[in-house]
């Protein structure tokens, strides 16, 4: 089985998405991201397990990935890398008071999947368990509604990281910076394209929208088709 070669250690909401196709692009796919997640819910569980402080088997778990980043793993860095002890890391950042805007925009409302939709698919009905006690409090110890301090745990991680990763395998990175700093840093040439830009927060306060208005839809639909079968 393959080890991880690359952990993302950057929070959610740090140009994660457009990282991932950058990754996948230069060759380390799949990239192991959130999205894993809601597509294979029967990862649900082993991130619960890690959560809870279980023993996790991390290459059995995630040998299959030459790559990883965004929530929940980012969390668990530390762990994953004494895992695959030869892996890189990359830090990715941005601007901390954009960065919490962002995250309490999408995210932190729920964007992921509906509540109502996890009622509706039994896979998924643990699914914000798991992100409550991945991200919410693993991260920032159910205060994220705070702003000072999740800003200031978001400047704390990135210092952790610095502290416990050796700077010769570490890359701090802005998606901003393009594809150099990347490719400098994981010895592959510069692709001709150019970098990915993922638009997350326009997809995800779609989710959002959609988790909110479907519901009243499908129940008008419904009443509709009631009237007609009755009339």
Request: charged share 20%; aromatic share 12%; glycine share 8%.
């Amino acid at each position: 089985m393959a080890n991880m070669q690359i952990i993302g250690a950057g929070f959610g909401r740090t140009g994660t998405l457009s990282l991932k196709a950058a990754l996948e692009q230069l060759g380390y796919a799949p990239c192991y991201h959130m999205l894993e997640v809601l597509q294979h819910p029967s990862h649900i569980a082993t991130w619960q397990a890690a959560a809870d402080g279980q023993p996790v088997d991390w290459p059995a778990f995630l040998g299959g990935y030459p790559a990883g980043l965004d929530y929940p793993l980012a969390g668990f860095y530390k762990e994953l890398l004494v895992a695959f002890p030869k892996a890189k890391v990359i830090l990715s950042v941005r601007d901390p008071q954009g960065w919490y805007e962002s995250t309490r925009e999408t995210i932190y409302k729920g964007a992921a999947l509906p509540h109502w939709l996890t009622r509706l698919l039994p896979p998924y009905r643990g699914f914000y368990r798991m992100v409550t006690a991945t991200v919410w409090e693993r991260l920032f110890h159910g205060r994220f509604g705070e702003r000072n301090y999740a800003i200031a745990r978001f400047d704390e991680h990135i210092e952790d990281v610095k502290r416990h990763v050796p700077a010769d395998r570490l890359l701090i990175f802005d998606v901003r910076q393009g594809w150099e700093p990347l490719c400098a840093f994981l010895g592959t040439p510069i692709p001709e394209t150019a970098f990915p830009r993922i638009n997350e927060r326009w997809m995800l306060q779609s989710a959002i929208w959609l988790g909110r208005v479907l519901p009243w839809a499908l129940a008008a639909g419904l009443l509709v088709l009631i009237g007609q079968l009755l009339s």
